[in-house]
DNA sequence: GGCGAACCGTACCGTACGGTACTGTTGATG
DNA sequence: CATCAACAGTACCGTACGGTACGGTTCGCC
């Protein structure tokens, strides 16, 4: 299982993105307990062996599967233009919304429930590395975000993870965690939206200058 | 698995409390694959065949851990004096503190595991226990406090719910998840009186009243 | 055509776990 | 003392899983 500190991922070759991507279904479909060595072999048509050869383990199976699916995820923004008070609002709803999305995206819930499983055993690489792929990286998109309105005198404050930590427990709260014990998310799609608008609008009576508020 | 729809527990034997109290000390120490029912047997000194005869089962075990440790926690409040600005503020930040408390407390966390581990096998029933045991509970103190505040003209919402999700959300943030993903919640535990004073402050000034302000 | 690497399919092995059955042993009751 | 229920301890069974080994097949390369 190697893990290289550098961003730098391993990119496996076609035919293993093809295994990891049944390994990814068959996860989403049957829960941990299905993810044995001897179904996703089945399921991603290869032998054992090859399985063995190419992550070297289980476990390595299961990093691989994260770094796959975040690689895959990978959000890009370059919010090139200049903010105003009303663009920066639909930007940080259109943050809100995206964000709830991948958080209730039934793979990113099978990932996450089994990060979590294997917290307590294995010294938590998988979720430090879920936590560092997962959402540091969409914190970047947020953060780049915070600072251009800050820039642009919309927003005040002082730590930029502070105000992020502030935006991301407003949209989200619990969801997340009722999500990943169980709570139907497809019902709650449909409420996103209103969601992330308050969510903002509460984040804005927070953090915004008078000057966007006009 | 008999689970009542009735607040009313089960209610174990001494005897079975305690077997409970070393089958949750084996999953605070070994996480759930250290939680077999040999395991539990040994650690309880009992016979399996007591296990099975008093839980029936092993997710009736499971069941059972879940509501013996939610009887434990069972918060009381009964905040009867009469609330100031000053008094509505320090309830809040003890609610906030306690809330951090419970949530990185190690058999909290084991057991979050546990339910989210299992939730998409068996259809949730745990998440659901845990949801309506946990949460719920605490979510009522939170509700009385937050109505009382109401009633003293010091906060202003509309829905009770709404105004909880969102101090809910500004206390804990993505917190809880990080520390179920292994965070080391350890290292943080010495920051979460700033953090309830900081969740709180925001919290006022999304929904306190001008008067509590003064 | 001959050769070797990669790989599929499958059989196989050791182990660990959930669940059951059986044999004492204790302790209360009459 | 006889009886009976509850229970500890243990042996046992079936199964399922992680990991390995091996025969057969495809495919590129000389």
């Given at each position: 299982m190697?893990l290289a500190?550098?961003?730098?991922?391993?990119?496996?070759?076609?035919?293993?993105?093809?295994?990891?991507d049944?390994?990814l279904?068959?996860?989403v479909?049957?829960?941990?307990?299905?993810?044995?060595?001897?179904?996703?072999?089945?399921?991603?048509?290869c032998?054992?062996e090859?399985l063995?050869?190419w992550?070297?383990?289980?476990d390595?199976?299961?990093?691989a599967?994260?770094?796959?699916?975040?690689s895959?995820?990978?959000?890009?923004?370059?919010?090139?233009?200049?903010?105003?008070?009303?663009?920066?609002?639909?930007?940080?709803?259109?943050?809100?919304?995206?964000?709830?999305?991948?958080?209730?995206g039934?793979?990113?819930?099978a990932?996450?429930?089994?990060?979590?499983g294997?917290?307590?055993?294995?010294?938590?690489?998988l979720?430090s590395?879920l936590?560092?792929r997962?959402?540091?990286q969409i914190?970047?998109?947020?953060?780049?975000l915070?600072?251009?309105?800050?820039?642009?005198?919309?927003?005040?404050f002082?730590?930029?993870?502070?105000?992020y930590?502030?935006l991301?427990?407003?949209?989200?709260?619990?969801l997340?965690?009722?999500?990943?014990?169980?709570?139907?998310?497809?019902?709650?799609?449909?409420?996103?939206?209103?969601?992330?608008?308050?969510?903002?609008?509460?984040?804005?009576?927070l953090?915004?200058?008078?000057?966007?508020s006009?």
């Open positions: 190697q500190a550098h961003p730098h991922q391993p990119d496996y070759s076609p035919r293993q993105n093809d295994v990891l049944s390994a279904r068959l996860l479909d049957g829960g941990e307990k299905a993810l044995t060595t001897a179904g996703v072999a089945r399921a991603a048509n032998s054992k090859s063995y050869k992550f070297g383990d289980r390595g199976l299961l990093s599967m994260i770094g796959f699916q975040a895959k995820v990978r959000t890009f923004d370059d919010t090139a233009e200049t903010l105003t008070a009303e663009t920066l609002q639909e930007h940080l709803v259109l943050f809100a919304r995206d964000l709830l999305e991948v958080l209730a039934d793979v990113s819930l990932l996450n429930r089994l990060a979590i294997q917290a307590s055993r294995d010294g938590s690489k979720g590395m936590q560092e997962g959402r540091r914190g970047k998109r947020a953060g780049a915070l600072e251009a309105g800050r820039d642009a005198g919309l927003l005040v002082g730590d930029r993870d502070d105000a930590d502030t991301y427990g407003l949209i989200v709260s619990d997340h965690l009722r999500m990943l014990l169980g709570e139907d998310s497809g019902r709650m799609v449909n409420d996103f939206g209103r969601r992330a608008e308050k969510a903002v609008s509460a984040f804005l009576r953090y915004g200058s008078e000057k966007s006009a």
